[in-house]
C-alpha cells in the first residue's frame, strides 16, 4: 500500500534528519531512490534543482514532489497523487514536533551540558559526510552522461560541474542564479 | 485578528517569501518575530535557535513550531508549523502537476540536462564550508569520510551513520563526565 509506505518512510526521513535540507538529500535518496525505486536518479536530481529554486524548506519541497511523484508511478490519478504528496509532507513534521514539544526546556536548560554537547561533536561532521554522500551518489552516468556513449555530453557536464562549484564556492554566487545559467547553457548547447 | 490567525498568516509570509531553505529563513524570522511583532525577545528567539538545531527536523519547521508553542501552547505549535509547509507544499504541487505534462519536452530535457551537474555541485560546495562550522579538528576529521564511504560504498542507510553518531558521541560525553 503506497499511502502506508510513504507514511513510513517520510516519517523515518522526519526523524533522522539532523543538519537541515541537504542532509536530508541522502535520506531521501537512499529511501525513495535506491530502496523503493519510486523515481529515477535523473527524477530526484531534478526535484533537487526544483526544491532549490522555489520558496520554503528544501525537506518539504522534496517530501511533497515524491510523494506526488511515487503515487503517479504507482498508476493512480492525479487528485490521489495530490493526497500523497499532502501526506508525504506532513509525515515529515510530526515525529519532530512530538519530540520538540517534549524535550524542548530540557534542551535550553541542558544544551550546554557535556553529554548534548559531545553528542553533536560527533553528529555534526557526520552531517557533513551525509551530504558529501548525497552529491557522490548523484555523480553518475544518468547526471553526467555516460562518456562511453557520448563523450560531448560528459565533458560538457563536468565543465558546467566546475563551473557550478567555483561560481558557488569561491564567487558566492547564489544558487538559483547558478541553476538558471546552467539551465541556459543546456537549452543552448545540446 | 485571533492569535492563531496572526501566527498562520506571519510564518505563512515567512514560508512564501523565503528562498532557499531552512538557514536562510531564520534572518526572516528574526525581523517578523522579533522586531515586528515582538512576540519573543533577542535572548528567547536565540533560545529557538537552540531547540531548532539540536532536535530533529526541518529548521524552519522546527523553529515555526517553538516560536508558536511559546505563544499558544501545542496548538500555536501545530499552526506555526503548517503555515510554514503550506506554501511550499502548494506551490510544488502546481510545478509537479505543470512537469508531468512537459517532462517529456525536449526543451525542458536540455535545460535539465545543463542543470544536472550543477544540483550536483551545489550540494558538494557547502560541504567544505561547513567544515568549520562543525569543528573539524585533527581528532575527529575521519568522521565525515567515513560516513560517505559506508554510505556511498557499503551502501550502508545514512540512518545507522546518525545513530551511530548520536550514540558514539552520548557514550563518549558519559565517559568524560
Redo the contacts between chains.
Sequence with gaps: MIFWELFYVFSKIGIFNFGGGYAMLSLIQDEVVNKHGWMTVNEFTDIVAVSQSTPGPIGINCATYTGYTAVIHAGYPTWVAVLGAVLASLSVIWLPFILMVSISKYLIKHHDSKVVTSIFGTLRPTIIGLIAAAALMLMSKENFGDPTESSFVFVVSVVLFMFAFVGTRLYKIHPIIMILLCGLAGLLIY | MSIYTDIFLTFAKI?????????A?VQTMEKEVVDRKHWLDKEEFM?TL??AQ?????????MA??IG?KLKG?KG??VG?LA??L???V???L???F??TFKDNV?VE??????????????????????K????TKF??W??????LL??AF?I???W??????I???I???M??
Design positions: 514560508g512564501s517569501f523565503t528562498l532557499g531553505g531552512g538557514y529563513m533560545d537552540v531547540v539540536s532536535t530533529p527536523g526541518l529548521f524552519a519547521i522546527d513550531s517553538h508553542m501545542v505549535g501545530i508549523a510554514t509547509a506554501p511550499s507544499i506551490a510544488i504541487l510545478i509537479a502537476i512537469f508531468q526543451y536540455k535545460i535539465f540536462m545543463g542543470v544536472r551537474p550543477c544540483v550536483v555541485a551545489l550540494i558538494l560546495a557547502p560541504c567544505f564550508g561547513m567544515a562550522k562543525a569543528k573539524l575527529n576529521w568522521i565525515p569520510i567515513v560516513a560517505a554510505i556511498v551502501g542507510s545514512p540512518i551513520c546518525i545513530l551511530a553518531a548520536g558514539g558521541g552520548f563518549w560525553g558519559k568524560k563526565d
